[in-house]
């Protein structure tokens, strides 16, 4: 056992290590099956952390992990999807090194596997309806009837199921049943179909096909195939571990993989179905799957949110086998934990007001240090260019400030960062009463000294040149639910989406931001961690920057 597994410790890992070291397994054989239905989520994360993770943590014995799709409902999936999956487990940080497999590669196999099973008695082609199927099936109190076509001859099963597969059926006229126990407390065991008509494209095969393997038959053929050794999946599944290992048993496979079940991710104020998600996107609430405020991959990485911090924050939440709900605080602590130690510092000011230092000649200019990342000393600092005009927040200026305000107010003084110690001296103000411009004077000789004796300056504030500044598009986002469990929202998971959260400003922003690359990550100073935008943001012609997360919880305090 490697010291990483050692140091991580939960129940999985310490079956795999346990398999090793008894010699059941030479090495272990993971996977990770999406299907190509929609993009990756936060959820999804957990499970390529752990089944990629344990490859790489037991790479000595030669263990690997497969990234596979399950595509074998073609009404449902596109190549869109497939492409998504691949890019966002790569930005996580794992590589499949070859192993890239397709559950509609294997059609031949799972249809031979079908066939084997007919000719067992095993499985029967059922003519009901669909409706008649479902009423059939009983509930947990009451045991299945039987189908009427449960007892056909396996000959003529056997010349149905040709039939399905020529295409002689429509959708819903037939299916292939496996034949288990109609009075089984387990439903998943009550004779399952198998095989369905599905009269459309595939993405991979075309129209080589016109019948489709259910995923829980086709699920345990993919591992056997794949010669998979531990079969990972969320506690969902526990139900449906008797039909996986029936299959197993009565099917001709290659290998016996076995299937363990773990809790998957459950966030407060998210929701991780991928038909809720798709609702939402298809119902214009958000502006794609990528939206920096869905809980998908492609959406946390469009916010800023660094894959390092994804994967720390798996590390972090474990695997056990017991549901429950985990707090977005946590995810968000991971992201502004790494954030403030990697993310350089930048000015820019989101609700400006005008500064105008009166004794700062028209026409002069000049050059300050600021500091990069004081995380970080060694990344030294940057000139950033100052002159007679400049804005800072609005809320860093107060009229009459109250006795714990450190910021500018009349005849107060404050330090602009990296820069000198000013003085309010007056300010102008608008018909609505808002203040529009203030009056500064600067103190000479202050840029990198203590306040002269007799000056009282307790603060710095960020600030951008007016004559040397860019504006920026900058969207601030929060939280897409105000509820924590937006799924259990008396009026269904929509009623409870945040009005605010999305907003967008024209800031203003220091000039070398105008000019970095998509996905630059940085923190606005004083004002939270910011990126930009890897589709919109254009360097040096159209800035656009993306709000990653605040400082500091602000939902910490609404509570």
């Known amino acids: 056992m490697s010291d990483t597994t050692k140091s991580k410790n939960d129940f999985i890992r310490e079956i795999i290590a346990e398999d090793l070291e008894s010699g059941k397994h030479a090495t272990t054989i993971t996977r990770f099956p999406p299907e190509p239905n929609g993009y990756l989520h936060i959820g999804h994360a957990k499970a390529i952390c752990l089944n990629f993770g344990i490859a790489r943590e037991n790479a000595g014995s030669g263990a690997r992990c497969h990234l596979r799709f399950d595509d074998t409902n073609p009404e449902?999936?596109?190549v869109e999807y497939v492409e998504s999956i691949k890019e966002d487990v790569a930005w996580l940080g794992f590589d499949w090194g070859g192993h890239l497999y397709y559950a509609s590669d294997y059609f031949e196999f799972f249809h031979?596997?079908?066939?084997?099973?007919?000719?067992?008695?095993?499985?029967?082609?059922?003519?009901?309806?669909?409706e008649q199927i479902k009423e059939t099936r009983g509930n947990l109190q009451t045991p299945?009837?039987?189908?009427?076509?449960?007892?056909?001859?396996?000959?003529?099963?056997?010349?149905?199921?040709?039939?399905?597969?020529?295409?002689?059926?429509?959708?819903g006229e037939a299916v292939l049943r496996a034949k288990i126990d109609m009075a089984s407390s387990n439903m998943v065991m009550r004779d399952p179909v198998i095989y369905r008509v599905i009269h459309s494209p595939h993405h991979n095969t075309g129209d080589a096909w016109c019948i489709y393997p259910m995923y829980d038959f086709a699920h345990p053929l993919e591992d056997a195939h794949e010669h998979i050794t531990h079969s990972l999946c969320t506690l969902e599944f526990e139900i449906h571990r008797p039909f996986y290992d029936w299959v197993i048993e009565h099917c001709p496979v290659p290998a016996r993989p076995r299937q363990i079940e773990f809790a998957r991710l459950n966030l407060t104020y998210t929701v991780?179905?991928?038909?809720?998600?798709?609702?939402?996107?298809?119902?214009?609430?958000?502006?794609?799957?990528?939206?920096?405020?869905?809980?998908?991959?492609?959406?946390?990485?469009?916010?800023?949110?660094?894959?390092?911090?994804?994967?720390?924050?798996?590390?972090?939440?474990?695997?056990?086998?017991?549901?429950?709900?985990?707090?977005?605080?946590?995810?968000?602590?991971?992201?502004?934990?790494?954030?403030?130690?990697?993310?350089?510092?930048?000015?820019?000011?989101?609700?400006?007001?005008?500064?105008?230092?009166?004794?700062?000649?028209?026409?002069?200019?000049?050059e300050v240090d600021v500091v990069n990342n004081p995380e970080k000393p060694e990344e030294g600092s940057r000139k950033v260019k100052l002159g007679r005009e400049l804005w800072i927040e609005r809320d860093d200026f107060m009229e009459d400030p109250p006795r714990k305000f450190f910021r500018l107010g009349p005849d107060r003084h404050v330090r602009l960062r990296g820069g000198y110690i000013i003085k309010c001296?007056?300010?102008?103000?608008?018909?609505?009463?808002?203040?529009?411009?203030?009056?500064?004077?600067?103190?000479?000789?202050?840029v990198g000294r203590d306040a002269p004796e007799g000056v009282q300056c307790k603060a710095a504030i960020h600030w951008v040149s007016a004559e040397f500044g860019a504006e920026a598009e900058v969207r601030l986002y929060d939280r897409l639910f105000t509820e924590e469990d937006p799924d259990g929202a008396e009026?269904?998971?929509?009623?409870?989406?945040?009005?605010?959260?999305?907003?967008?400003?024209?800031?203003?922003?220091?000039?070398?931001?105008?000019?970095v690359e998509p996905e630059w990550r940085c923190q606005f100073e004083r004002l939270g961690y910011f990126v930009a935008d890897r589709r919109d943001h254009v360097p040096g012609e159209r800035p656009v920057f993306n709000r990653t997360v605040g400082l500091r919880d602000s939902w910490a305090k609404k509570k």
């Open 112 to 130: 031979d596997c079908a066939v084997a099973l007919i000719e067992k008695g095993l499985a029967y082609v059922d003519e009901q309806t669909p």
């Open 144 to 171: 299945g009837t039987p189908s009427p076509y449960r007892d056909r001859p396996v000959a003529e099963s056997l010349d149905l199921f040709a039939q399905m597969r020529a295409g002689d059926f429509k959708e």
């Open 425 to 446: 001296v007056g300010f102008e103000k608008g018909e609505d009463g808002e203040i529009t411009e203030i009056r500064c004077e600067y103190l000479p000789d202050t």
């Open 491 to 515: 009026g269904g998971f929509v009623s409870v989406l945040n009005p605010e959260s999305k907003q967008t400003v024209m800031a203003r922003v220091e000039p070398s931001l105008a000019g």
């Open 76 to 78: 449902k999936e596109e």
């Open 272 to 366: 991780m179905s991928k038909r809720k998600l798709l609702t939402l996107v298809k119902e214009g609430h958000v502006e794609g799957w990528d939206d920096p405020r869905m809980p998908t991959l492609s959406g946390l990485r469009r916010r800023g949110v660094p894959p390092e911090a994804i994967v720390k924050f798996c590390e972090r939440i474990g695997i056990t086998k017991f549901n429950g709900t985990t707090d977005v605080a946590l995810l968000e602590f991971e992201i502004r934990d790494f954030l403030n130690r990697e993310a350089q510092r930048r000015m820019a000011v989101l609700d400006p007001v005008k500064v105008v230092l009166e004794n700062y000649e028209e026409g002069r200019s000049e």
